[in-house]
């Protein structure tokens, strides 16, 4: 609910259980006054106190009010140049060269429902579940608008926002920089948490306490990056899963961005979330404007669990656009990790043959079926198939599959060109690259410029050609390395900083054709992994390859990581070999298959090497995951150990919404003689139910959820339980 109140210029957002508030002062100036547990509303700007600090510059508005400086008091969209010195959201470049803004309330407008942003990601609402509120700002000496969005999703306790800036001068105007989100709290006495770590060992928890000064993290990578995601948390300091007051912001966005916090002089913290301003500048001509990406908040009053499960909704029910609403999504196997780029169309049929009868409904073709493909050094933008592997092409293929009774997925990689290729030897300007440099190459490659609409519908024609030219209902759409050597032979010098963020829409924009020219194919997003797993890319493409890393017992810390964030219906998580491609650890298939099942679930092994005691074991994954599809995909998500502590175990659960059945899946990850009895405290269900483990003995949901459930004593390595719970 958005409670306007006009004649104070207090504008509050209500959500179920949490409330959010900005004032225009006496200056106009836009203050935030709270954000955290709902409140009954009124004005709470007295929440907010002044006094004469040195150093603060005073507005000229404020007269000989010393009291009174934009450096001191908190700001609902941070400006910069004017005497707020901590961190900017806007920074504008002036026809006469300065950079600065400034900013003044004018106006505010409720609206019914959702905004919507084009050609960007944004959480959907209709007027039944969300409302906007847009509050215009003015920068008079720049001659320019600042629009603030507000989504408000009431039972989502999800507030989203935009920020659009409009030239209304009669010069060019230069944006430096743009944030899409800028939160100013009261206090300091807060954690950090960012999600960090590399290529197969992707989004890891670091929490910090705030320093005073700036931190944060962010990529300059062109992709949201396995090193740094675009979410983060802010937390009391004591705050844990079940308790404690935490703060969650995530950026609809998969280029480069920039998180950074700021533990500032009188105690304050600042958050603003972005477009990384490094390498971005952007002209807007008069009448122009520009649309920051979406963020997104949630404020949990209660512990971490509480946030995760509140953005996991919002995403699961509110971004993602999944083409299988409603239905359950297949059980896939790829053939990645089983052939790499040796495979033919009878190797796959064989594939086929074997895991059909297992319960395995998609057959995923990964990366080689195109061009002149037969490692990664050569092929990519030719978008055509090889038909010495796949002769007659996929009319000949897809059709063998799918009268075994699967249906077919294909792997594609449209952003990326090799050297090696025909699109290279025809357009070698497409490639980014600085002119006088040769660019450098990543995994032996280069990237498109898809800043460029030539080159965009170039590579999709030749895609669409593939995709209809057979029954294709899964596209993996993967991207292999960074950007580098950003510079567009399209534009001007004077707009070269607008390359990334192009590049960026650019994506967004075919992948959006793809849904509308595809609405039946489940698109799976990817880079090298987990490079690009973030809140922007799930609108298009509602799951993502996790890692690259596939061993079970790695994959408890990243998907635990991912949690904190992302639904598990978004975690691309697969049963790979043993031992494991990465490592080489040894792991039991059914602790495989229970790890793969905190994620979309599929396989990623040739199923014709797994002896038949395995292939019935797949078989009975496959069955009980489509079993409990809802449950696992849909149910609500409780972190019940943290696998990066070191202790004996890793476990999590999820419960349904009616609180009548839970799954809860345990893995031990440290064996030891003369183990001591461990009980595991489950939560989430109903304390006056009482629920029949397995089918077998039943429990107190009390008692499950404060005395725990006796473990049984585990043997061998990386062993795993699964206890289905229903109530009785
Ligand atoms: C990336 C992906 C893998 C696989 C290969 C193919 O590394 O993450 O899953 O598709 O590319 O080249």
């Known amino acids: 609910m958005i409670v306007l109140d006009q004649e104070n210029r207090v504008f509050t957002l209500h959500t179920q259980n949490t409330t959010y508030q900005m004032k225009a002062d006496r200056h106009n100036v836009l203050l935030h006054t709270y954000y955290g547990p709902r409140l009954a509303g009124g004005d709470l700007s007295y929440l907010i106190r002044y006094a004469d600090r040195a150093c603060a510059p005073n507005p000229a508005e404020a007269g000989l009010d010393r009291t009174y400086s934009l450096d001191t008091l908190p700001q609902e969209y941070s400006t910069c140049g004017v005497g707020d010195f901590r961190l900017p959201s806007l920074e ?17 407008e409720l609206r019914g429902g959702k905004y919507a942003l084009e050609g960007l990601p944004a959480f959907h609402g209709s007027r039944a579940d969300a409302e ?108 844990n899963e079940d308790y404690g007051l935490c703060y969650g912001a995530a950026l609809l966005y998969s280029g480069s961005f920039q998180a950074l916090a700021e533990g ?82 009878d190797k796959l049929v064989d594939f086929a043959k074997t895991a059909a009868p297992l319960g395995i409904e998609l057959l995923v073709m990964d990366d080689g079926w195109f061009g002149k493909r037969n490692d990664d050094n050569s092929g990519l ?49 497409w490639a980014l690259h600085i002119p006088g440099r040769s660019p450098a190459r990543g995994r032996n490659q280069l990237v498109l410029d898809f800043s460029r609409p030539e080159v965009r519908q170039h590579v999709y024609g030749q895609i669409k050609a593939v995709l209809s030219s057979a029954g294709i209902s899964y596209v993996k759409w993967d991207m292999n390395r960074s950007l580098s050597d950003v510079w567009s032979a399209a534009l001007p010098p004077q707009r070269q900083g607008e390359v990334c963020h192009r590049y960026v829409l650019g994506v967004y924009e075919m992948l959006e054709q793809m849904r509308r020219d595809f609405p039946h194919i489940l698109i799976e997003g990817c880079a090298g992994g987990g490079g690009r797993f973030d809140a922007g890319m799930l609108y298009y493409t509602p799951q993502i390859w996790c890692s690259d890393n596939t061993d079970a017992i790695d994959r408890l810390r990243i998907q635990y990581g991912t949690s904190f964030c992302y639904p598990v219906s978004a975690v691309g998580a697969h049963v790979s070999t043993s031992p494991n491609e990465e490592n080489g650890r040894l792991t039991p298939l059914e602790t495989r298959g229970t790890v793969a099942m905190a994620g979309t679930f599929g ?38 150990s943290d696998p990066f502590a070191g202790g004996p175990y890793t476990a999590w659960e999820q419960v349904s919404a009616d609180r009548r059945e839970a799954l809860v899946s345990l893995v031990s990850t440290s064996l030891r003689a003369a183990p001591p009895f461990q009980t595991l405290r489950l939560k989430g269900l109903d304390p006056a139910l009482t629920y029949q483990v397995n089918g077998g003995e039943a429990y107190p949901g009390d008692v499950l959820m404060s005395a725990g459930f006796p473990l049984p004593l585990l043997r061998g390595d990386y062993q795993s339980m699964q206890l289905y719970l229903r109530a009785i």
């Open 603 to 640: 396989y990623e092994l040739d199923p014709r090497k797994v002896s038949p005691q395995e292939q019935e074991l797949m078989k009975e994954q496959a069955a009980f995951f489509k079993e409990h599809y809802d449950l696992i995909q849909r149910g609500d998500y409780y972190r019940l």
């Open 264 to 345: 500032s002089q009188y105690d304050n913290t600042r958050l603003v979330m972005g477009i990384n301003p490094l390498q971005f500048c952007w002209t807007l001509e008069p009448g122009q404007s520009f649309t920051a990406p979406e963020g997104a908040l949630v404020c949990s009053p209660s512990g971490l669990g509480q946030l995760s499960r509140q953005l996991h909704r919002a995403i699961r029910e509110r971004l993602i656009r999944d083409p299988y609403e409603g239905k359950r999504r297949p059980v896939l196997i790829n053939n990645w990790e089983a052939t790499y780029f040796d495979f033919d169309a």
């Open 381 to 429: 933008g030719d978008w055509v198939v090889n038909e010495e592997k796949l002769p007659g092409g996929l009319e000949a293929l897809v059709p063998r599959i799918q009268e075994l009774g699967m249906s077919f997925g294909i792997w594609i990689e449209p952003e990326m060109v090799s050297e090696d290729s025909q699109l290279y030897r025809e357009h070698p300007d």
């Open 92 to 108: 504008l470049e002036l026809p006469g060269g300065s950079c600065s803004a400034d900013l003044r309330y004018v106006r505010c």
């Open 132 to 239: 906007t509120l847009v509050i215009t700002l003015e920068d008079a000496a720049a001659q320019a608008e600042v629009e603030l969005y507000y989504g408000v999703f009431e039972g989502y306790d999800l507030i989203t926002r935009a920020v659009r800036v409009v030239n209304r001068g009669g010069q060019a105007l230069r944006l430096r920089r743009c944030d899409s989100l800028c939160l100013d709290l009261l206090r300091s006495d807060l954690d950090l948490i960012t999600f960090d770590g590399c290529h197969m060992m992707e989004r890891a928890p670091d929490r910090a306490p705030l320093r005073s000064g700036v931190q944060g993290v962010g990529s300059a990578r062109g992709t949201s990056s396995h090193q740094h995601n675009p979410f983060v948390i802010l937390c009391d300091r004591d705050a």
